[in-house]
Nanobody, 120 residues
Framework: QVHLVESGGGLVQAGGSLRLSCSASVSVYAMGWFRQAPGKERDFVAGIDYEAEKIYYEESVKGRFTISRNNANNAVYLQMNALRPEDTAAYYC????????????????WGQGSQVTVSS
């Protein structure tokens, strides 16, 4: 069993920045982030494989969000810049044994979620 612990959410004004962090209890091949707004489905945001060679972003966050990882700490990060009110959601750290499965939403482990609220 893999445990994922998130931190870093909060309230920020539009145009501001936040950084989410997620620490895994063991090494996991693919790590990433999903988000879920009230009344909506949980959607893929970003994913990264172990070597950081395969990195994927949802279209609306490209150029604003950056995913990275530190394998020494089994950690993944999401730097979010130029935040918009529509980015408001609960953000979930995710881990999977294959990056291709992660992008399709096939997730093996979930974090507890961290709220990000962007005010206009």
């Amino acid at each position: 069993q893999v445990h994922l612990v998130e931190s870093g959410g909060g309230l920020v004004q539009a145009g501001g920045s936040l950084r989410l962090s997620c620490s895994a209890s063991v090494s996991v091949y693919a790590m990433g982030w999903f988000r879920q707004a009230p009344g909506k489905e949980r959607d893929f945001v970003a994913g990264i494989d172990y070597e950081a060679e395969k990195i994927y972003y949802e279209e609306s966050v490209k150029g604003r969000f950056t995913i990275s990882r530190n394998n020494a700490n089994n950690a993944v990060y999401l730097q979010m810049n130029a935040l918009r009110p529509e980015d408001t959601a609960a953000y979930y750290c995710a881990a999977s044994h294959q990056i291709a499965r992660m992008v399709k939403g096939d997730i093996d482990y979930w974090g507890q979620g961290s709220q990000v609220t962007v005010s206009s």
